[in-house]
């Protein structure tokens, strides 16, 4: 039995949202205590005075980085990324695929699965997959190849789900399209969480998918219909119904720092969630190319884009996702930890992850500072990665 004792940092208490003197005692990767009393002797201690203990990141939209991508990514490469995933202090994903043909979605469901049934010391946790396509509106495919897009089909659903056991699974569909009552209804039984996304909805529309069952919107603001006063659309709805939760690609491009503080201050604090949607183009270098459901993308001026100039995934990273919102709405960081821990694991309904509680995995991050945070050690399991 591997026991590992932090001691003598300041260790965040999800519940109180505040930095606590405390050790936190680990057993076998998991959190068995957290205590103001000495370590007990047979311990490895790791001594972290100065610092500041907070939950490792979660992203629960993400198509890859490092020049790897979820689609197309052999079982050794998946690996590869959730080392670098680890190193960036992302510790838990859900692996996105992006549209692409029934055959290929399911092929690429294997290998990541292979991944998340034998997983590797020093990797961030796969905590399931999401599917984002192929059920979009081809009026608001953003980067997606419409050739690759179909509509929503609840035996697909089924048999992809079967796949992609077990949960969490979440897929983002666009609900107004022929067969999307079917598909939330299939998706509710099979307990696939839902999210809206590349929809040309409207406000009704949308309101009739919540009730349907839908739980999120994906990547807020990007690929929906947009805020009119007249027409509210997708974008009003995703902003406005406190018990959705609204993902939010915080880099200041794909959603300026001024609607970034209107969706801060419009959601309830438990429903806002930051995600990087980041590609393959992700920790490269400029210039260099990918593919993303089915068109070439490339990096210009920092943004990632399609061989038509559509915007095309993100190149952020969690950990600057964090800092961007702390930056953007005037937020400290024990205020903005949430929504990039705990508030993603609940939308995608993953347990043990996302806290420094009793019974969650020992996945953390330490930082020197509060108020200009930069990642100084991650740990998996309690097992140090960087």
Do not use: W
């Not at 591997?2 to 003598?8: N, P, Q, V």
């Not at 692996?95 to 997983?119: C, E, H, M, W």
């Not at 598909?183 to 509710?188: D, L, Q, S, Y």
């Amino acid at each position: 039995m591997k026991r590992i004792a932090f001691i003598g940092g300041m260790v965040f208490d999800s519940a109180s949202e505040t930095f606590k003197s405390a050790n936190v005692l680990c057993e076998d990767g998991f959190i068995v205590d957290i205590t103001d009393a000495t370590a007990p002797s047979d311990y490895e201690i790791v001594d972290i005075s100065g610092k500041h203990l907070m939950p490792g990141l979660i992203d629960v939209h993400t198509h890859g980085l490092g020049g790897l991508d979820f689609n197309f990514a052999s079982e050794a490469e998946i690996q590869h990324m959730t080392e670098i995933y680890a190193r960036m202090g992302t510790t838990s994903i859900m692996a996105t695929l992006a549209s692409d043909t029934y055959s290929n979605l399911t092929r690429s469901v294997f290998k990541i699965n292979q991944n998340r049934v034998n997983p590797k010391n020093g990797c961030a946790s796969i905590l399931g997959i999401h599917l984002e396509g192929r059920y979009l509106n081809p009026e608001a495919k953003g980067a997606h190849a419409e050739h690759l897009l179909a509509k929503p089909n609840a035996r697909e659903l089924e048999e992809l789900a079967g796949a992609m056991m077990p949960l969490p699974i979440h897929a983002s569909f666009a609900p107004e399209l022929e067969g999307g009552d079917e598909f939330i209804k299939k998706a509710n039984e099979l307990g696939v969480t839902i999210g809206i996304a590349h929809t040309t909805a409207t406000y009704e529309q949308a309101m009739h998918a919540l009730d349907m069952g839908a739980r999120s919107f994906t990547h807020t603001y990007n690929a929906m219909t947009k805020m009119h006063h007249r027409n509210p659309g997708a974008t009003i709805a995703a902003l406005t119904v406190d018990t959705a939760y609204a993902e939010l690609i915080a880099d200041g491009y794909h959603s300026h720092p001024a609607l970034v503080r209107l969706a801060y201050k419009s959601k309830p604090s438990d429903k806002l969630v930051l995600i990087t949607d980041s590609i393959a183009l992700a920790c490269t270098d400029e210039g260099f190319s990918s593919e993303v459901a089915g068109n070439k993308v490339v990096i210009k001026g920092g943004v990632a884009v399609n061989e038509f100039g559509v915007i095309a995934g993100s190149t952020l990273t969690m950990f600057k996702a964090l800092t961007n919102l702390m930056k953007f709405c005037d937020v400290p960081l024990n205020k903005a930890i949430k929504y990039a821990t705990v508030n993603p694991a609940t939308m995608i309904g993953a347990y043990g992850v996302g806290k420094i509680a009793l019974g969650y995995r020992a996945d953390f991050i330490t930082i020197n500072d509060t108020k200009n945070p930069e990642i100084d050690t991650v740990y998996i399991g309690g097992i140090e990665v960087r």
